[in-house]
Each structure stands twice: as C-alpha cells, then as structure tokens.
C-alpha cells in the first residue's frame, strides 16, 4: 500500500510540473488541485483524496520522526527529495481532524536574471562583502527564487564560505568558488534564532536566513551585518518603503532607536518583488520595487522618516532604485498586464493613477 501510494504522488509531482505548477493542494474529499500562473485548477483524470489515502501519504513521505513532529506539533513543513522531480517542499497540516498537504514545487536550475525578470542592479547589490540585504514580498512572490539566484552569484564570484539556513532547503547548491553549507531547521537544527547564536564561530563570509521571524532572528541578522559579514534574508513585507520599520518596530520601545542606527548603518539594499498574472492568464511577471541603502535612505532610516522614503526611492532612479508602481505601469504600457491588475497588485493606487496619467514617463523599472 505504501509503495503505490508513494508512486501515485510521484505521478501527481511530475503531472503538475509538466503542467507548470508552482503549488499542488492536496485536501479531503477533492482531487489533486495546483496552482498555474497563480491561479488555481484540478488536475483532470485524478480520483478524489480520502481521510485514509491521505493518512497513508504522510506516512508513506515522511520519516518517523517527522511523523512524531506532525503528530505532536500538527503541523510541519519539511524538504522531500522526488526520484523523478526533486527536492520539494511539504507543508502538513490538520483540518478538522484530516491531514492535509500543500507542496512547493521546487526549481531545480538557476535561472539567469533576464529570465526570472529580476532588475540589472540585483548583481550590482551582491557584489557588496559586508551588509544586509533582504528580499522581501507575500507567499508566493518568488522570494526564494530571487535568494538562491544571488547565492548562486556569490557562489560563482566569492572564494569563501556561505552558510544558509532554511526552513526548509528547497534549493541544493554545489560548492563552486565558495563552501555552500545549508542547515535545514528542524533536521541540522532547532530553530533559526538558536542556529545564528553560534554561526559566527562557523567563519562564514556570506549567512543567509530563510526568513527573519522574530526578534532573535532579526537581531542576530543585524549584529551579523555589523560585524563584518554579508547577510541575506526574506522577510513577508509588502514594500521595500515598509520594510525597514517593521524591522525597527520588531524591537521593544526602549530598544528601537539603537535599532534604526543598526539599520540604517548595514542597509544595502531591499528588493521587494510580486508575482503578477499577465493579460493571457498563461504565466506571471515579476513587479519589483528596489531601494538602495543610499546615504539619504540611511539618514531617513536613522531619523524614522519613513514616509519620506517613497519620495527618497523616486530620487534614486540613478542609483537603480525604482517603486512598485513604476514596474506595475512599465508593465501596463508595455501590453502585459490590465490596467486592474495593476491597480489590484499596487501599494498605492493613487500613485499608479498619477503615472497613468503622465503619457511622458519613461519606463525605469525593468530593463
């Protein structure tokens, strides 16, 4: 029964990577579902899943331990690596009663920057040893595509030592110039704020983190950055103008101006990023917003002007800085994407009306 069940889930991988999925659903009572160009289908000629065939899949893809963790946690997100499609990633969880699962179908290549649609400037900004970097954005935006597209860059260029942790790895790198070590939470370690306690005495040139998600996190990412390091991390924000607050704002009241003079002294750069569908429904284009820790930023960032940053960003079109807004238009004129869909994708609606209304705009988003 394991061993069927096993391969029926292989099958249903390599039908929905066949198919371009980013995402494959599997709940109770309905037939494998994936997501394709951001929307949502069946797959066709796939039975219903029941409580039994569900159960039986979890068991059949997860070690006993991972099975003990889901039993005691109920729920779990961990890496599976496909014999026919590889590493993958699993999220378990309970729904009145029933296991459920969501995977993300993970890349298996390096995609060159023109192809994921990231901007010019992205290699600029890794070409720094020492600061922070974040790539910031909802589920689903891409984040970890665009954190593995710049591992892969310093990998190629650096001859040092790049220490990841994640939860889970979705990306195995090989080590080129540099020693690529990934440590999966739960599998190599406890927790992201226990691993970062003790990476430093790793010798690392390069730490990148998963996901910043609480304040140890941030914290231990933001002393890193001061020491010497160059640092990468995700963080679930929508804009790269919000990013450096919420950050800030992470902190007790007391302890958020030394804060801001963390920040604003490591910030090299946010690249915030949406995944947004074309006027065809049949793929996505990346809309980014970048801002670059200029020394305006960093003084806006020190001072907490952070409403002033919008303004800030629009002033350093120079420096390869850009909105969200400007990427949306830019995609708009160029026959992409609605005039909805970028208004419905949009920080600030007002600010694309505004561009819609200057005909004379020059496109400066993505070249």
Not at 333 to 346: D, E, K, P, V, Y
Request: with cysteine; proline share 4%.
């Amino acid at each position: 029964m394991s061993d069927k069940i096993k391969e029926a889930f292989e099958q249903i991988l390599a039908a929905a990577k066949e198919r371009g999925a980013s995402d494959i659903h599997l709940l109770l009572n309905m037939p494998p579902m994936v997501r394709i160009a951001g929307e949502i289908s069946f797959l066709k000629s796939w039975q219903v899943m029941d409580r039994a065939t569900l159960a039986a899949l979890a068991e059949s893809v997860l070690e006993p331990r991972q099975r003990q963790r889901l039993d005691d946690e109920r729920e779990l997100c961990v890496s599976y690596f496909s014999d026919t499609c590889g590493r993958q990633r699993l999220t378990l969880y309970h729904r009145l009663g029933v296991i459920e699962m969501a995977v993300r179908i993970a890349q298996t290549e390096i995609l060159d920057r023109e192809s994921l649609g990231l901007p010019p400037v992205v290699d600029t900004i890794i070409a720094n040893r020492s600061g922070l970097i974040l790539v910031t954005g909802p589920t689903g935006s891409g984040k970890t595509t665009t954190l593995n597209y710049m591992i892969d860059g310093l990998n190629k260029s650096l001859n040092g030592k790049i220490i990841t942790i994640e939860d889970p790895v979705e990306f195995e790198h090989r080590h080129q110039r540099s020693i690529v070590t990934q440590v999966e939470v739960g599998t190599d370690t406890l927790a992201f704020s226990s691993f970062l306690r003790s990476v430093l005495r790793l010798d690392p040139d390069v730490i990148v983190i998963g996901e910043m998600r609480d304040l140890e996190t941030i914290s231990a990412a933001l002393t890193s950055a001061e020491t010497g390091h160059l640092v990468l991390a995700t963080l679930h924000t929508p804009s790269a103008v919000g990013t450096a607050e919420r950050i800030i704002s992470a902190f007790p009241g007391d302890k958020q101006p030394q804060a801001a003079l963390q920040v604003a002294s490591t910030l090299l750069a946010v690249v915030s990023q949406r995944l947004v569908p074309t006027l065809d429904k049949q793929s996505r284009v990346l809309a980014t917003e970048v801002m670059i820790g200029t020394s305006a930023v960093r003084n806006l960032i020190r001072d907490s002007d952070f409403h002033k940053l919008p303004n800030a960003i629009q002033m350093g079109l120079k420096s390869g800085m850009h909105s969200l807004e400007s990427s949306l238009v830019n995609f708009y004129r160029q026959g992409l994407i609605s005039r909805a869909t970028a208004l419905a994708f949009a920080n600030d609606q007002a600010t694309i009306e505004l561009l819609l209304k200057d005909q004379t705009s020059k496109v400066v988003a993505v070249e």
